[in-house]
């Protein structure tokens, strides 16, 4: 059971639009911390896709974007593509435990 | 080209003790906090510790305060995790993670991971 709320799972076909939300609480994203999403392929390391809410780090196709409002954040994938089947984290601070949290993550299928 | 190796993981028994260690190049290792993160068989990760830059601040999650300890040799390059009295469920792959902006709590480059497994 994780702060974050993520869905387990989303899918969409080729060339669609996907988002996954991130929603949490007053004592991370309402608090105002950042938002950090990593993308996962099996039996890999994560990869840092979105930092501090929007930003996408030199690399990473501009068909990932972010958002935060409130108590929760989003990950949007535009013209989604067959590489893009991975799983997906949110990442944010939580005072309440003095730590970092992920989402549970959720799962990218293309159809 | 940033690189991070970690290595030291193995089978133990419960309540037995591992030295994890992670190999650091490729980038000045001393100006960067970092972190360990862990990842269970078939579940998501899960955040461990985080250590200053200086090794003088460290940060661990509740699930491993008091039985782990993280560490770091900036003459190495090189960042540590003690982990004592563990436990079935500390079996994971365990990361080493570079801090993109010291502070940011967001890692821009990762190890292969190291897979601890705590077994009778």
């Known amino acids: 059971q994780s702060v974050l709320t993520q869905p387990p799972s989303v899918s969409g076909a080729p060339g669609q639009r996907v988002t996954i939300s991130c929603t949490g609480s007053?004592?991370?994203?309402?608090?105002?911390?950042?938002v950090h999403w990593y993308q996962q392929f099996p039996g890999t390391a994560p990869k840092l896709l979105i930092y501090?809410?929007?930003h996408r780090p030199s690399g990473v196709p501009d068909r990932f974007s972010g958002s935060k409002s409130g108590t929760s954040a989003s990950l949007a994938i535009t013209g989604l593509q067959a590489e893009d089947d991975a799983d997906y984290y949110c990442?944010?601070?939580?005072?309440?435990?003095?730590?970092?949290?992920f989402g549970i993550g959720t799962k990218v299928t293309v159809l | 080209e940033v690189q991070l190796l970690e290595s030291g993981g193995g089978l133990v028994q419960p309540g037995g003790s591992l030295r994890l260690s992670c190999a650091a190049s490729?980038?000045?290792?001393?100006?960067?906090?970092m972190t360990w993160v862990r990842q269970a068989p078939g579940e998501g990760l899960e955040w461990v510790s985080a250590?200053?830059?200086?090794?003088?601040?460290?940060f661990y999650a509740d699930s491993v305060k008091g039985r782990f300890t993280i560490s770091r040799d900036n003459s190495k390059n090189t960042l540590y995790l003690q982990m004592n009295s563990l436990r079935a469920e500390d079996t994971a792959i365990y990361y080493c993670?570079?801090?993109?902006?010291?502070?940011?709590?967001?890692?821009?480059?990762w190890g292969q991971g190291t897979l601890v497994t705590v077994s009778s």
């Open positions: 993670a570079k801090d993109r902006n010291s502070g940011s709590g967001s890692y821009d480059y």
């Open positions: 490729g980038f000045t290792f001393s100006s960067y906090a």
């Open positions: 250590i200053g830059v200086s090794g003088g601040t460290t």
């Open positions: 007053s004592s991370n994203i309402g608090a105002g911390y950042d």
């Open positions: 501090v809410n929007s």
């Open positions: 990442q944010s601070y939580d005072s309440s435990v003095s730590g970092y949290v």
